[in-house]
């Protein structure tokens, strides 16, 4: 039987979580395979750490060059996390004719191109499918069973973080701060959650999505990018009177020859599959011109779901190192780009407007709103005040409109004075 | 650039579907395989029929050697349906050294064994993606990027046809004969709707699903199968006061060295991501000792949904011969079975019946219950008379407990006289 020898970049949660999905199920891979995958060289300064893994001291190594220049090693798997000196790791494996495995959404979407690059011009094999999505197997669907559709659309919640607090919140009527520091102390949030509730964390994903869906490179800081730091109960709570419940979603659609995207708390509606996604669950929706609508559901961190995705990326290696087919088909890459990026494009608005309690205040603000040619869905009128001040709130539900319309017809309700403060303004889908 | 050819057995609504996903998707296909795939000939003796693909007349043959035998063809793509003749035209391809994709669960479940062995001999790819689940690619995620997963447990909503019947009964309390008219007559019901709702589809695809999951063959007649045509009004409209929505689910679950499985209606918990699987649409749900929960949702029929998982097959075998690879490693067939098939298990059960309205009934059957060793779960006594008798509803939700021991309970349960009626036994998730 083959033996498949691989170098490990990394032995920290992820780095044990995949070794430890090869220990256990190594019989069900060799089998359905038909190779013996084994993890030969780990790079990896804390050596003495307490693993629940079989890891022999002679494994080790301080010194990367003992991966990629060792040429025994056929694959190496990088899961140092960050985009430097991963990214470099990757390039320097790749131009040593190693198939390179990731769950390096940072460091993918930082350097995506150059990627597909070294790993066309050296004939190897480069794949990331733990980037996005956890333990989901979307990137591998839509590279190969999905390959006779032409993507319409991509939607996803592809963060674990932000969807359990958005839940708690929901559900158990929490503040944001308060689910946070739970979130922290269960481990599901990080002690700095900034890449996580800024939406970062979603706008590498996205990006990442975009290539392989679109064909076209949309770089992270692109992306039109607002986390969930500011949502709260009130927003929560009327989401829920009209029909909603918010979640943090990355979207990519085509409309024409325009791509529109971005990275948005947004209203989704309750009967969508992706509203029932909870806690630290993820999903992927993605509609294709002959498929229709499918979403992919799973967990979208952790160390054995992620395992279990790198590890797939690894099998898809070895397989085709087997049968002496390891390499890929690259596209041409297109003289006339035929996608053109858009920013974030026409949509629906819930909008929440702190208003004077004075006849003709809906009158007026409605007008304004026609006049900047923006439709009126649904609106709803709070009778109690607020700070005992001669104030209401006043909530609606706007037809598209792109979001710099929207700012300008704001700008004009308030300079009028009708109202003292927006107070939210979230994307309905 | 290479072009692939193909043969096509069958040109109904699921072959008119996959023409026109190659059609709609041609220069999506090339440029990302690198391969240019041509439906060359088709068998089919309606020639004249009426479709919007533009087919020419001299692609057209009545005689299927003329595409066995054609050593230019590459794959053959057979959507015949019923299992013969598909089965053996399949067979005959396979010898051939033909690549065979197919839609047809009913053949791919009677005759997997000997599609494998003909494949095996041949050195050549069978694929079926399109006969579980339509347009989902779960076939391909089972084989291919979870493999570094040893399986656990699976269930399905596989029939499009009576989850569209159960969620109309359920949200507009229709009775069953009156969904399942409206039903036919919109096309999503057979003429003769036997095969859909008496769960035999269903049967077929959770046989293909066990042998690719567990690797054991369990023939869909050896599976415990129940249809929908028992649930009533009554029966929904107490799911959901248990807090449950009823759905026909495929499962097979491995219980130590046990393999349970079994088709029948379930009461599924609300939050569970299956309850929110509606109308025509499909999903499967998977658990591995990696990967942790997944759940793959999307058209389960169609003629394009359809088409894009048989184009899939079609795309990765046309790939792989590109690549000079297009065979498979076929697992050696293990000497001793591991997994023994134990019909349906130990499940929780909803069971309603009908009681003598007298002090102690209660009592006396939960006493029984207990004697048989099945705890209860909860209970509702409704107050309500029937038909003016002395006859009351008594609902209960049993623990775990096997169907056969169950039986013997209320058989005992019956002849005592305190119960006229078991009005239904149905499955709790």
Known sequence: MKTIRIGLLGLGNIGTGTYKTLEMNKNQIQSSTGVSIEITKILERDVDRKRDIKVSPEQFTQNPDDIFLDPSIDIVIELLGGIEPASSFMLK????????????????????????????????????????????????????????????????????????????????????????????????????????????????????????????????????????????????????????????????????????????????????????????????????????????????????????AVMGDVIEISRAIAKGAAFDHYPESKAVKTLKFVGEGQNKYYVNLTVKDVPGV?????TTFGAYGIGIDSVLQLSKDINSKREVPLVFILHEVTRSRLDEALAKISSCGYASEVKSIIRVM
Not at 129 to 141: F, R, T, W, Y
Not at 154 to 173: A, F, R, W
Not at 362 to 366: A, E, Q, V
């Open 362 to 366: 809906l009158g007026s603000i409605s």
């Open 93 to 308: 494996a790749l131009q040593n004719k190693k198939h390179v495995v990731t769950a390096n959404k940072a460091a993918v979407a930082a350097n995506y191109d150059a990627f597909m690059e070294a790993a066309k011009e050296n004939q190897v094999m480069f794949r990331y499918e733990a980037s996005v999505g956890g333990g989901i197997p979307i990137l591998n669907a839509l590279t190969t069973a999905l390959l006779a559709n032409e993507y319409e659309e991509i939607l996803g919640i592809v963060n674990g973080t932000t969807n359990y607090i958005l839940t708690q919140m929901t559900e158990n009527g929490l503040d944001y701060a308060d689910v946070l520091k739970t979130a922290q102390e269960k481990g599901f949030a990080e002690a700095d959650p900034t890449a996580d509730v800024e939406g970062i964390d979603v706008a590498n994903k996205l990006s990442i999505l975009i290539s392989l869906v679109f064909g076209v490179r949309v770089t992270p800081d692109e992306i039109p990018t607002e986390g969930i730091t500011k949502i709260s109960m009130n927003d929560i709570n009327l989401a829920a009177q009209f029909g909603y419940k918010i979640k943090l979603l990355a979207t990519a659609k085509k409309v024409n020859n325009l791509l529109e995207c971005h990275v948005q708390p947004a209203f989704v509606p309750l009967n969508h599959p992706l509203a029932s996604v909870s806690n630290e669950f993820n999903a992927i929706f993605v509609k294709g011109n002959a498929v229709d609508d499918l979403m992919f559901y799973g967990k979208g961190a952790g160390p054995l779901p992620t395992g279990s």
